[in-house]
T-cell receptor
Framework: GAVVSQHPSRVICKSGTSVKIECRSL??????MFWYRQFPKQSLMLMAT?????????EQGVEKDKFLINHASLTLSTLTVTSAHPEDSSFYIC?????????????FGPGTRLLVL | GENVEQHPSTLSVQEGDSAVIKCTYS??????FPWYKQELGKGPQLIID?????GEKKDQRIAVTLNKTAKHFSLHITETQPEDSAVYFC????????????FGKGTKLSVKP
C-alpha cells in the first residue's frame, strides 16, 4: 500500500490565489522530504528539500518566497504556491526517504495536479 | 553535481519480448540506483533498486544490473506485458545523508499486444 500520501490530488485555482499541498508519510517518520515538479512529458525536477525543524533548502532558480515549505511534523510537509500564475501549472510530487536498517528507500506520493487559470 | 543520462527516450516492443533501458551517471560517490515506473497522472512507483555493493538484482520479470567501473546501470524487463507500458525513470543518489534523487529523463515504454 501507499506509504506517502498527498492532498489534494488535483486543484484548479484562479491566477493570484495561493494553493497549499500536503505531503504525509503514512507509517514512518521523515525528518526530510523532497518536493519535485514535473511538466508534461518531462522528468522530475527537484524544487526543494523540506527539513523538519529548520528551513527548507531550495534548488537554484526556485523562488523561496513563492514556494513556501513548512515541515510541521515528522510526518507532514506542506508546499504553498503563493500568488499562483498559469506558468505554475504543473504536477507537484513529494517524496520521503524511509530508512530500513542502514539502507534507505525513497517513496513518492501520488502527485498533485495544479492548474492555474 | 550528479548527472544521469537515460536511453532510449522511447521504446516499443511486442508483448513477450524483452525491454532494456540504460542509464549512466557521473558522480562516482552515488551508491543508490532506483528505478521508478510512472503511469499517466500518477506519482512514480518504485519497482526495483540496487545499491553499489551489488552487481545485479532480480525480482520476477524485472532485473537491474550495475557496473560501477563504467558508471552505468540497466533495467531489464522480460516477457513484457501490455500493463508494463508506462514511463520508466532511473535515478541516482548518495544515501546515508538522505540525499535527493537525480533522475534521468525517462523512457516511454510501449508494449504492443
Amino acid at each position: 500500500g501507499a506509504v506517502v500520501s498527498q492532498h489534494p490530488s488535483r486543484v484548479i485555482c484562479k491566477s493570484g490565489t495561493s494553493v497549499k499541498i500536503e505531503c504525509r508519510s503514512l507509517d514512518f517518520q521523515a525528518t526530510t522530504m523532497f518536493w519535485y515538479r514535473q511538466f508534461p512529458k518531462q522528468s522530475l525536477m527537484l524544487m526543494a528539500t523540506s527539513n523538519e525543524g529548520s528551513k527548507a533548502t531550495y534548488e537554484q532558480g526556485v523562488e523561496k518566497d513563492k514556494f513556501l515549505i513548512n515541515h510541521a511534523s515528522l510526518t507532514l510537509s506542506t508546499l504553498t504556491v503563493t500568488s499562483a500564475h498559469p506558468e505554475d501549472s504543473s504536477f507537484y510530487i513529494c517524496s520521503a526517504p524511509r530508512a530500513g536498517g542502514i539502507q534507505e528507500t525513497q517513496y513518492f506520493g501520488p502527485g498533485t495536479r495544479l492548474l492555474v487559470l | 553535481g550528479e548527472n544521469v543520462e537515460q536511453h532510449p527516450s522511447t521504446l516499443s516492443v511486442q508483448e513477450g519480448d524483452s525491454a532494456v533501458i540504460k542509464c549512466t551517471y557521473s558522480d562516482s560517490a552515488s551508491n543508490y540506483f532506483p528505478w521508478y515506473k510512472q503511469e499517466l497522472g500518477k506519482g512514480p512507483q518504485l519497482i526495483i533498486d540496487i545499491r553499489s555493493n551489488v552487481g545485479e538484482k532480480k525480482d520476477q520479470r524485472i532485473a537491474v544490473t550495475l557496473n560501477k567501473t563504467a558508471k552505468h546501470f540497466s533495467l531489464h524487463i522480460t516477457e513484457t506485458q501490455p500493463e508494463d507500458s508506462a514511463v520508466y525513470f532511473c535515478a541516482a543518489s548518495i544515501t546515508g545523508s538522505q540525499g535527493n534523487l537525480i533522475f534521468g529523463k525517462g523512457t516511454k515504454l510501449s508494449v504492443k499486444p
